[in-house]
């Protein structure tokens, strides 16, 4: 392991060893879902509400550890693979320190999402074409222009969609935040970017003169 990968290992081992300390402290049966207006809308087991969201970051870090290492195209991409890691690490962390500590989960929810962002954004610039990694629509596939524009492009809107999500989520009164921020400036906001960065890449495309596929068929 280099030197590089320890602090998304580091996040994962301190959530593990968090979810090992708060355990006794829970009781048997607590949250593990919550609707959109930050309710509790289902109880499970302890166990289940500290294992379940560490192993889901931890299996999908896994899956994007072998990506990088058995995709060809994508040797170019493990610094953005290895930022997405440290990015699940993050998360699994901060929603671990939320039982802990007791905070609102749809508040800490909301934050780790913007956090995730965050780190995406400032390394999704760099994204090399790639099946797997990056923004990916039908157009960007066809023209390396409309590819590398549309990365950073997506660089962009992320980092200011998961800036905005982190402040919301730590600044917003609840009954603002759970009453219409989440339910409907989440949704309409995420669902605004990704139609905007649709239609951009076709335009990238089609402005394109000379468009060459960007993967080697």
């Not at 959109?36 to 550890?65: I, K, Y």
Request: charged share 15%.
């Amino acid at each position: 392991m280099t030197i590089k990968e320890w602090p998304a290992t580091l996040c994962f081992i301190g959530s593990g060893v968090v979810a090992a300390l708060v355990y006794p402290r829970l009781p048997h049966s607590v949250p593990v879902h919550w609707g959109l207006d930050g309710t509790p809308d289902r109880f499970g087991s302890r166990l289940e509400a500290l294992l379940v969201p560490l192993l889901v970051c931890l299996a999908t870090a896994a899956l994007l550890w072998a990506i990088g290492r058995f995709s060809r195209a994508d040797r170019a991409n493990v610094p953005v693979l290895r930022t997405a890691r440290l990015a699940l690490g993050a998360l699994a962390l901060l929603l671990t320190l939320a039982y802990a500590l007791e905070w609102e989960m749809g508040r800490a929810a909301l934050i780790g999402a913007g956090l995730v962002l965050t780190l995406l954004g400032n390394v999704m610039g760099r994204t090399q074409p790639s099946v797997f990694v990056g923004l990916r629509t039908p157009w960007v596939f066809l023209s390396r222009r409309a590819w590398f524009a549309s990365q950073r492009r997506a660089a962009l809107w992320l980092t200011g969609l998961g800036a905005l999500f982190m402040i919301s989520g730590a600044l917003l009164p609840p009954g603002v935040l759970f009453s219409w921020a989440v339910p409907g400036g989440v949704v309409l906001s995420v669902l605004g970017v990704v139609v905007w960065l649709t239609y951009r890449s076709y335009r990238d495309w089609k402005e394109d003169p000379s468009p060459e596929p960007v993967l080697e068929r």
